[in-house]
């Protein structure tokens, strides 16, 4: 009798597990920091566009003056939807989350592509720069209509976190708002393996293309476990209504086991690196607008986090104030986790690249635990 297997371990949600080597970020623990391709975010939050930071992820480098010229100019030039496009979104239920119309957008772009099944370098990179023009273009047009709302055209004159502005709202608010909203890409950009990226790689994995990798990464990111967990943070912070609620409520939250969103992280226990930058940032929108109803919930959100800290010792992760922040610059909450995509894009896509350039399919095991073996019954006749 061959002897048994043995039985494999199990590490459930993959925790702790390092499935493969990669060169795009890294989280330091022992100093809690972050960088892309060897660079402090906090520097790059510091001192970088959000379309540095992309071609950053992309190319492995910062770009000299004339690239960054010519990136800028080439996804500046890709950004209008083709009629068919805008059509296709039009006619999706008005009570689609935006997420899943992001999600239909991207087949949908794949399903147009005639170049789709290129799995080549060049194509990639043609590709992943589409998506991370177009996305924002349908992320706003998709805001507008929900307003009932005519969409707003893209404008090659404005560059990457002010022309959204101008496609949501007709107009660019002040270079502060901008900043800070391009810091928050910056942050959102890549995180390594996290659940949507790991995804991307699991269905790159497998020799699919592109578009079907992103389309499964937007629904992964969907869940408010992952980036779903900014839209998660506001409609808890309207829920508690009063900062002097805020600890009874996480009271009562706790004691019916529900998470607290906006708080936690698989790779960080002492509190992500990202947050003080992003804290900071919303600091100064609350300062600047001024307004009591803005200061009551910077001071409800701020009662929150001290609670949580102080009674569970959880600290915030990126998601908490950034979905402040979206709230206070005026977009409605369900465009939150999209906004997160159109950051995220520029990492997935460097990692399908990544994944493709010494692949190996991801397929882990399982241990069963259902019935024995057993003879399929006769029919029971009639
Ligand atoms: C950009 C991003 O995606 S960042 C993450 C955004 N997600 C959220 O903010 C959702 C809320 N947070 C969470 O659900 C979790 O902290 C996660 C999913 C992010 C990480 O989860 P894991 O690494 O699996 O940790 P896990 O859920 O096992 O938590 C460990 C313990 O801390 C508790 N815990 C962790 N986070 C929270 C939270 N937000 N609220 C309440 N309790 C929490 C768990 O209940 C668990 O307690 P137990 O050991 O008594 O059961
Ligand atoms: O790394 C993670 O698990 C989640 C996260 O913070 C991110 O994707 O930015």
Not at 286 to 314: C, E, F, N, Q, S
Request: glycine residues 8%; contains cysteine.
């Amino acid at each position: 009798m061959p002897a048994p297997a043995a039985t494999p371990e199990i590490h459930r949600g993959l925790a702790g597990v390092a499935v493969d080597t990669t060169a795009i970020s890294t989280v330091i623990q022992e100093t809690n920091s972050l960088t892309y391709r060897g660079y402090p975010v906090q520097d790059l939050a510091a001192r970088c566009s959000f379309e540095e930071v992309a071609y950053l992820l992309r190319y492995g480098e910062l770009p000299d003056a004339a690239e960054l010229r010519s990136f800028e100019a080439r996804e500046r030039a890709l950004r209008p939807l083709d009629r068919t496009t805008a059509e296709l979104l039009a006619r999706l239920p008005e009570t689609c989350h935006p997420m899943d119309v992001l999600r239909t957008a991207v087949s949908f772009f794949g399903s147009e592509d005639p170049t789709e099944e290129d799995g080549s370098t060049a194509a990639h990179h043609a590709k992943s720069l589409a998506l991370l023009a177009r996305l924002p273009v349908v992320v706003a047009a998709d805001h507008r209509r929900r307003h009932g709302l005519a969409p707003v055209a893209p404008d090659p004159s404005l560059g990457y976190a002010e022309n959204f502005f101008h496609m949501c709202f007709g107009s660019v608010p002040d270079r502060e708002v901008v900043r800070c909203f391009e810091v928050s890409l910056i942050l959102y950009a890549e995180h390594s393996f996290n659940a949507s990226t790991f995804t991307a790689r699991v269905v790159t994995s497998t020799l699919s293309d592109l578009y079907s990798a992103v389309t499964a990464a937007i629904g992964a990111l969907k869940g408010p476990l992952h980036g779903g967990a900014n839209e998660a943070v506001m409609h808890m912070l309207h829920e508690i209504g009063d900062p002097d609620r805020a600890e009874e409520w996480l009271e009562e939250a706790l004691a019916a086991k529900r998470k607290i969103m906006g708080f936690g992280h698989r790779v960080y226990r002492h509190g992500d690196s990202r947050v003080p930058i992003m804290q900071e940032a919303t600091d100064r929108l609350v300062a600047r607008a001024g307004d009591p109803d803005v200061t009551r919930l910077a001071t409800l959100h701020a009662a929150l986090r001290h609670a949580m800290i102080g009674r569970k010792g959880i600290h915030p992760n990126l998601d908490y104030p950034a979905g402040l922040a979206y709230h206070l610059m005026g977009f409605d909450i369900a465009a939150f986790t999209p906004i997160f995509v159109m950051s995220r894009i520029t990492g997935w896509s460097a990692h399908i690249s990544e994944q493709l350039e010494h692949n190996a399919l991801i397929r882990p095991l399982g241990v069963y635990n259902g019935p024995e073996q057993r003879a399929v019954p006769p029919p029971s006749g009639g």
